[in-house]
């Protein structure tokens, strides 16, 4: 009976309920242990020259199973990798701006402000921080999120389920839509706008009719990451803040998993870091000229920062 011959009645069993990594090593384990049954049992002749030719491919067989083992041990642990940052430049803020959304158009910044009384949409001229225009909102609505698409500006409202349409030049209301969620940070991809509500999931919403078409759910390492807050869409990568932490993730939309962590430890101002609301909250990128802007609620401070890769910075 030849080596591979005796294992191979054997295979399907093995398989079954298996991944085809797992089989795979079971099959080559199994071959090996068939051709050492096969060896006591063979004439002393056959036996000879079944060691000759078996003895090594079996060493090699058992070297290359420990060592493919170690590799799937070892990628399935790896952690995620982290950036950091490198600050180019500081612009004034409005301290008082409870900022939940940013977005970057055509050479100006426009801001969604939250707090029952205080929310607003604005224009914000980049360089010295003052309001260029503003809409306010009525008292009983909490700002949120804030995007663009085709020319106008979507608003979010935390908890009224509301959103609101504006033409970005005169601030003008168009419409007014409902969500069945919170609503915590937006922004767009070419064909859906995203809205976050504070779980581990994105809602994927359809820009014509405002509805819903889809969700992604976010994991890290195969766990949930809640608290998805202020979102902005950055080179097919979906990049949030993570509320109440100095991270932002980098998240995939195909497969909702976070493809890496953005650490802005550091960033926060002195004169924020008494305040627990005042927190790290607005990620806006300018596609023309390849700048990253972030800021948080109540800072005094805008930063542009460039991210430095993770691989020169090894965990």
Request: a positive charge; hydrophobic letters at 40%.
């Amino acid at each position: 009976m030849g080596c591979s011959q005796f294992v191979l009645p054997y295979y399907r069993r093995i398989c079954a309920g298996r991944t085809r990594f797992s089989c795979f090593r079971w099959f080559l384990a199994m071959k090996y242990v068939g051709c050492m049954r096969s060896l006591r049992l063979a004439q002393a002749t056959s036996h000879n020259i079944c060691r000759r030719r078996t003895l090594l491919p079996p060493v090699l067989i058992l070297i290359f199973i420990s060592w493919v083992a170690a590799a799937s041990v070892f990628a399935g642990t790896r952690a995620i990798p982290t950036e950091s940052y490198r600050m180019v430049r500081m612009y004034p803020h409005d301290a008082n701006a409870f900022t939940q959304g940013l977005v970057f158009v055509n050479g100006m910044l426009y801001e969604s402000t939250g707090q029952r009384g205080q929310s607003s949409v604005r224009m914000v001229d980049l360089a010295t921080g003052r309001v260029l225009q503003q809409h306010d909102l009525a008292a009983n609505y909490f700002g949120e999120g804030l995007t663009d698409w085709n020319g106008q500006l979507i608003q979010l409202t935390w908890e009224s389920h509301t959103g609101f349409v504006y033409d970005t030049f005169s601030f003008r209301t168009l419409r007014t839509f409902t969500y069945p969620w919170e609503g915590w940070g937006l922004t767009h991809d070419s064909r859906h706008l995203i809205l976050s509500d504070g779980t581990a999931v994105l809602h994927l919403l359809d820009p014509a009719t405002l509805k819903p078409v889809g969700e992604i759910r976010v994991t890290a390492e195969g766990k949930p990451v809640l608290n998805l807050n202020e979102l902005e869409y950055i080179h097919g990568e979906i990049y949030a803040n993570i509320w109440e932490t100095n991270r932002i993730a980098r998240i995939s939309p195909a497969t909702g998993k976070v493809i890496e962590w953005i650490d802005l430890s550091g960033l926060r101002p002195k004169s924020a870091q008494q305040n627990p609301n005042a927190v790290l909250n607005g990620i806006a990128y300018d596609g023309q000229h390849d700048r990253l802007y972030v800021t948080g609620k109540l800072w005094p401070v805008l930063y542009e920062i460039k991210l430095i890769d993770a691989a020169r910075h090894p965990q």
